[in-house]
């Protein structure tokens, strides 16, 4: 079994950075694309940012476009993601996921939680 473990998250005051790991642990994905989502308290899980498998293609959502950096390190079998300028509202616990061929998520790390107080 593939299983990816996100690591980074903590407690940080609005306008701190972070920086999330995701390792894959098993496999390193590497014809893959990859993305990070997450999940407020309350709230739908939504999507946060992807990148192909090559790492020169990236997507991002309008909430973290501009202040969030996905990136890959296929040597080191990671994918990041950069946050800075946090606000409350970046609050979650954030998940690395696997797309497949098929544009399905069907590989999950169980998350890390990111805390940013006011």
């Known amino acids: 079994q593939v299983q990816l473990v996100e690591s980074g998250g903590g407690l940080v005051q609005a306008g701190a950075s972070l920086r999330l790991s995701c390792v894959a642990s098993e496999r390193t994905f590497s014809n893959d694309d990859m993305a990070w989502f997450r999940q407020a308290p309350g709230k739908e899980r939504e999507f946060v940012a992807r990148?192909?498998?090559?790492?020169?293609?990236?997507w991002y959502a309008d909430s973290a476009r501009g202040r969030f950096t996905i990136s890959r390190d296929a040597d080191k079998n990671t994918m990041y993601l950069q946050m800075d300028n946090l606000k409350p509202e970046d609050t979650a616990i954030y998940y690395c996921?696997?797309?497949?061929?098929?544009?399905?998520?069907?590989?999950w790390g169980p998350g890390t939680q990111v805390t940013v107080s006011s």
């Open positions: 996921a696997r797309r497949n061929g098929g544009g399905e998520y069907d590989y």
């Open positions: 990148i192909n498998w090559s790492g020169h293609s990236r």
